[in-house]
């Protein structure tokens, strides 16, 4: 499916996002509700640690795709809520070691929000997406 990634000059650039995607092909829109860091009975994993937290939630969300046919490069947008935002920023985002399951030349575009509770007290980071496949 053809997909355009555009970082317009004049704004600035990120490995982690890509400003615009734009898709013009017909398609199938898939959004995946947010994703906290749980086991399958909804407890709590890695309590205090936003980096393994993060690391769940995106095995997690693979597991995800894969159940609608899709994978991370099908994702066309990621919205990540953070308790800690320069924590997450500092392990998760400018870390260009952390194991991301996107491609860092043609990332999607994000949007990363700080809040100041999640569903449980332990959760640290929650992260939902929008992936778009071949209709």
């Known amino acids: 499916m053809p997909k355009e990634y555009i970082n317009p000059p004049g704004v600035s650039k990120s490995w982690y996002f890509t400003r615009i995607l734009s898709i013009t092909?017909?398609?199938?829109?898939?959004?995946?509700a947010g994703q906290v860091p749980a086991d399958e009975n909804s407890r709590p994993v890695h309590v205090g640690d936003i980096r393994a937290q993060y690391i769940a939630v995106l095995d997690a969300l693979t597991v995800q795709?894969?159940?609608?046919?899709a994978t991370w490069d099908d994702?066309?947008?990621?919205?990540?809520y953070a308790i800690d935002v320069p924590a997450f920023?500092?392990?998760?985002?400018?870390?260009?070691?952390?194991?991301?399951?996107w491609t860092r030349e043609r990332?999607?575009?994000?949007?990363?929000?700080?809040?100041t509770a999640l569903a449980n007290p332990h959760f640290l980071v929650e992260l939902e997406i929008a992936a778009?496949?071949?209709?």
């Open 107 to 115: 990332p999607s575009p994000s949007t990363l929000i700080g809040v």
């Open 65 to 69: 795709l894969k159940a609608v046919g």
């Open 25 to 32: 092909a017909p398609s199938k829109l898939i959004y995946i």
């Open 132 to 135: 778009v496949i071949a209709d």
């Open 75 to 80: 994702v066309v947008f990621r919205r990540v």
């Open 89 to 101: 920023v500092e392990r998760c985002v400018r870390d260009e070691n952390f194991p991301v399951p």
